[in-house]
């Protein structure tokens, strides 16, 4: 059973700093293409940033030179840096991962406040 379980969200100034992670079981993590999607209130779910399972990264325009994304094999873990952040990234952070088949895992999100 694949579970996603993030963490590291709360509430943040305009202009500070969270590191967000995600721990992964049920799946083989080295092998994985893992991703960060973010949700605010009222909008769709959109793609923050991806990486695979090789180490290569993108990112949304609006977050490129702010947030990085990385992963640790050896704790199954991916993370979210997110630098100078702003009011408008405020959002329900969610974790992905998905299947040659077609079949995407989710977890059940990590809620960043950014307001002063």
């Known amino acids: 059973q694949v579970q996603l379980v993030e963490s590291g969200g709360g509430l943040v100034q305009p202009g500070g700093s969270l590191k967000l992670s995600c721990a992964a079981s049920?799946?083989?993590?080295?092998?994985?293409?893992m991703a960060w999607y973010r949700q605010a209130p009222g909008k769709q779910r959109q793609l923050v940033a991806a990486?695979?399972?090789?180490?290569?990264?993108n990112y949304a325009e609006s977050v490129k030179g702010r947030f990085t994304i990385s992963r640790d094999n050896a704790k199954n873990t991916v993370y979210l840096q997110m630098n100078s952040l702003k009011p408008e990234d405020t959002a329900v952070y969610y974790c992905?991962?998905?299947?040659?088949?077609?079949?995407?895992?989710w977890g059940k999100g990590t809620l960043v406040t950014v307001s002063s």
């Open positions: 990486i695979t399972s090789g180490g290569i990264t």
């Open positions: 992905k991962t998905w299947s040659s088949g077609g079949i995407d895992y």
């Open positions: 049920g799946i083989i993590f080295s092998s994985k293409p």
